[in-house]
């Protein structure tokens, strides 16, 4: 077999192999819960609503608004023993940077949920 052949073969054998690297494989993404916002809603409005709807704990919640682009992790949801509130603490990504903070998310009476205590 000629050198020529040798590497023609090679080469052959080589784009074989790389065809089956090629196959694109659909991304598994059952297990990601994707935020939801409405739009035009406030970072305080999108983080109350995602309050609201966690459980009591110290399970990771993941919120994003995109009418801001910022978003964050609530790393704990906790009873405000004075009130119907959820005390809560969550990290805020903004193109400014990120920030982590306490806080307090009351039902306001109309089916939504607002940061601070309520009729404040």
């Given at each position: 077999?000629?050198?020529e052949n040798k590497?023609?073969?090679?080469?052959a054998v080589l784009a074989v192999l790389l065809t089956?690297?090629?196959k694109?494989?659909?991304?598994e993404t059952a297990a990601v819960t994707?935020?939801?916002a409405a739009p035009g809603k406030?970072?305080?409005a999108v983080i109350a609503d995602t309050v609201s709807r966690g459980d009591v704990g110290v399970k990771p919640l993941a919120w994003a608004n995109p009418s801001t682009g910022s978003a964050g992790v609530i790393e704990e949801i906790?009873?405000?023993p004075e009130s119907s509130?959820?005390?809560f603490v969550t990290t805020q990504r903004t193109l400014e940077g990120e920030t982590r903070f306490k806080g307090l998310a009351c039902p306001s009476g109309d089916s939504d949920w607002k940061l601070g205590r309520p009729g404040k």
């Open positions: 077999m000629t050198r590497y023609a073969l090679q080469l089956g690297c090629t694109v494989e659909p991304l994707q935020p939801i406030t970072d305080q906790g009873v405000d509130c959820r005390a």
